[in-house]
C-alpha cells in the first residue's frame, strides 16, 4: 500500500462517521474543492446534509463500509471505535493513509497507556484489573483514590467510577464480567491541557497553539487557547516522543493532566479531530479539520498562526434553552449547532466561539450572562 499519495480536489473523501466531528470535516473539504461521502447509522446524523453520498449504515456494516470505500478515493474517519479486523480489511482494500494499527491500539485504554509508556512519555500509574482485589491491590501500591474505567468504548466520562476508598467498592459494583476495565491513580489536578497536532501523509508535521479545558461532570466544558499557563515546548517534547513509537496521519489531539506539583501526564490520544481544537476554526489560520483534510491529502500546510485568543463553550442538550435570547445579545459570538434533532441532557449540540484580549474577562461575563441559570 502506497503511504502517502496526491489526492487533488474533485476526488472524494469517505468519511467513516457522520457527528459533528464528520461534518465540520466535510465543510473543509467541500470548500477546498473535494467531493464527500459518508457512512452513519443514524438516519439524520449531522453529516449528511455535508455529503454528495450518505450512507445510512451501522460501523460493521462490512457491505456499507465497501460501498463507502468503492465510492471514495481515499477514507478517513470521525469515529473511533470501528470493529479491528473489519479496519484491517479497509486498509487493504482502499487508500487509508491513517492505517489501522493505531487506532486500534487506542481503541483500547489499556493498549494506549502501554503505548505512551513505551514510548517514554510519561502516563498516570495504571493497571488491569479485573476483580475488588484488583483493585485494592493497585490502591495499596499507588494510594486512594483510584479511578476505574472500562477499557474500550468510553467517552465523555461514561464508563468510569471514581473510588475513594475500599468502601465505595461495596457500594457500587463494577461489571467486572461484562467487559475489560483498568484502574488509575486519581490525580489532584490543577489543569488540563491538550495539544493538536497535524501530519501530513508524509511526515511533516504543524502543532496548534496548546489548550486548556475545564470539565464538567468528565465533559468538556470550556477551552481556553492558549492555555494560561505555557507549556507548549513541555507538551511538543512528549507528542515527539509518541509519534516515533506510533503512525499518525492527520490530527490528531493528545490530553494531558498537570497536578499540583506542575508534572504533565499524558492522558489519552484522539486520532481524529476533537472537541478543545474548535477554537481553531475561527481563531487561526487554518481550522483543525482544514489541517486534517490538508494532511491526508497532502497537501502543504502552512505554520499555525492564532489570530487572537479564544474561548470556546460547549452546548449541551440542556445549555440550548438559554441560547436563544442570548443568540441575539452576542452579535460578537460564533455559534455552531450541528443540527441533530434529538435533544439530550449533556449531548453535545453545539458550541460557540469567542475571540478575546482577555479571556479572564471573558470567561467572568460568561458566568454571570449565560450561566446563572446552572
Ligand atoms: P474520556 O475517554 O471519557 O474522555 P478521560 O480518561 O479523558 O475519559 O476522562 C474524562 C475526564 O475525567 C478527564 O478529562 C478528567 O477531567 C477526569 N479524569 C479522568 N482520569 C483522571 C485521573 N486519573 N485523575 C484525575 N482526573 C481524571
Ligand atoms: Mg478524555
Known sequence: M?????IYPGATIGIIGGGQLGKMLAQSALRMGYKVA?????EDA?????????INAAFDDEKALKQLGGASDIITYEFENIDGPLLKRMVDEYYVPQGAETLLTLQNRETEKEAIRSSGAKVVPFAEVSNDEDVKAF???????VIVKTATGGYDGKGQYLIESADDLKKEPIPYEDTQFIAEKYLDLEREVSLTVARSADGKTIVFPLQENLHRNQILYRTIAPSRVDRQKDAEAEVEKIMNKLHFAGVFTVEFFIDKSGELYVNEIAPRPHNSAHHTIESCNISQF???????????MPEIRQHKPAIMMNLLGQDLDRLGDALYDHPEWHVHLYGKSARK??????????LTDDTADTLEKLKTDFEKER
Not at 502506497?2 to 496526491?6: D, E, N, V
Not at 449531522?46 to 450518505?54: R, V
Not at 482544514?290 to 502543504?300: F, S
Open 2 to 6: 502506497t503511504l502517502s499519495r496526491r
Open 38 to 42: 459518508v457512512l452513519d447509522p443514524s
Open 46 to 54: 449531522p453529516a449528511k446534509a455535508t455529503s454528495h453520498l450518505f
Open 139 to 145: 490502591a495499596e501500591k499507588e494510594g486512594w483514590p
Open 290 to 300: 482544514d489541517a486534517h483534510i490538508l494532511a491526508l491529502t497532502n497537501q502543504p
Open 345 to 354: 441532557p449533556e449531548r453535545k449540540m453545539g458550541h460557540v466561539t469567542m
